[in-house]
């Protein structure tokens, strides 16, 4: 049989279990009954009042208002205990995860309840379960459409934005770190997740304001750092770029800058790029709203700017012309009035960065004020966001009329890259050289070669006005040129050279271990075939800065140049003749002026002299 105690604390569950889980009369009913039991002689002698409510709390509650009205009913009988283990915010972040929670003001009226009773938040007690709870029931809690409701939905992010800030000062130095660490790391695990149906709801946000702006830098780099992968970090960063027209927070903008940078500074400009693509309504609809284009403002204008391919361009032209014409010239206020005059320096700077675009026609003419030149030169000395997996093709009304000469487009500051490309190409005996050889068969084998033959095909007989050279950068770029910048055309030039002599002296290297026949000339011969110069030197080998000889095929993610030489003929001599201008070989005679065979490196015949 039960003894007292143990009828009475059956009692209590019986009415807390009315309260949290029946229908309104229920709940009446288990009220009514709780307070008629407080009235019992022995209800005071009751030992345990921790665990009923540690049960309570740790199954399904369908009645989430109830909960804040029993704690306090709770707090009256619980004891505290300095050498605790277990805290009972443990219990309370059970109870939010396992609860549907879609309004936050049940939320923010549970954190008030602890705030004013310490028994649930003793000072010596780890609460990083607790936090962590709460960002995931933030991440439920969507922005509702009525403006009414929106300014509570504000509000209600503000109060746990306060609970959290309180929570982190009570806590120890160490704890103080912990705590942030965690509501940082189940934010991002939350707002990376990329098989979500829904992006999780801007109150979120909060958790970013807790953090000290002096720490941002530190936090994103901690989270790019991390083995994040790249469509893990697009998307968390599209999330946040989502928010921008919804929180009115300082610090939103703070992150998401830095974290625009970090990518950035990490060449990671395709998932820039990917996340300006996918965003870029989202952006401009901030920068309409007065209220929002403060903090969003500089995000948006460096994002602009920072465009190296064309793709984007009507879209952004579009959207720069409408946010202009109906929001931003009806205000009329100082605000909008900087905003129009970045924006005009803005396209300003992509007309000049892409002038052969259709997009771009009669655009100067509708600018309601003139581009700041000044400004623009200062855009112009910056880089740029370039996919160089990406090939854009140029926008032309008819491509077969076209029958001038093939041009280089520029991938991001490669002018020093395009134009030794153009004069080797203009060599002829190298050009000949280059489209005449049989590179090897192996796929790993000359691989600067094979896609310089395919290059050097589609210049000669393209019907396009200009070509991508995406293939033959990712091969030959050196690993000291960073993308985006400018680089020396010289030595490009020789480190090209360098890969081509390398990459056929391995290519030779195999085909002679597979082939006892095939017999290369080595080093010694080659360069005692060679003319001696006046002061008795022999010329010198070919040497690279690094072993070159084992370089990996980059994949494609895009059609290849070689796509477009199928179906063609390759070069025969009079028609190469025939499509170069007449512009001089170049000065450098082949060595010894008749040597002709192919076991002498390419480079060598054409290049190699005194």
Known sequence: MMNTEQILKYDIKQCLNLIMVGNDTDVTEGWTRLKKLESEPVYGQLNNYEIILREILNVEIQNIQEVPKVMIWFSKYLLEKPYATHSISNDIAIMLRNTKMNDMSHLTTILQVLLEHSIYLPESMNHSKLCEAIVICLSTCLMPCDPKKILEFNDNASKVQYFLKVLRSRSRNIENDNLIFVCLQTLYKIISDTKRKQDPGPGLAAVLQVVEPSIIPQAVNWILSESHSDVQLAQALKVLCSWLPKWRGDQLSIWIMEFILGLEKRHKYSILIEVSKAKLDIMFWALSVPVFRQNASRIIFYTLKRQGSPSLLPNIIRHTQMVISNFLMKEDTESSKECIQNLVDIMKILMLRFPNQRACNNLESSFPVQPQMDIVKEMWNEHVWLDEMEEIEPLIESPNMHLGKVGLSNLGNTCYMNSVLQALLMTKQFCYEVLMYKPSSRVDDQIVLKRLQNLFTLLLYSKRISLAPTEILLASRPAYFLPGQQQDSYEFLCHLLDLLH??????????????????????????????????????????????????????????????????EDLVQVQQLSDSHSDSTDSGIQSVGGEETSTQVPLIHRVLGGK
């Open 502 to 567: 390398e990459q056929e002296k391995s290519a030779m290297i195999n085909c002679e271990a597979s082939n006892s026949n095939f017999k290369y000339k080595n080093d010694r011969e080659v360069n005692d075939s060679s003319s001696v110069s006046e002061e008795g030197a022999s010329i010198k080998r070919w040497t690279t800065e690094e072993d070159l000889s084992g370089s990996v095929v980059l994949e494609r993610k895009t059609r290849s140049l070689a796509d477009f030489t199928q179906g």
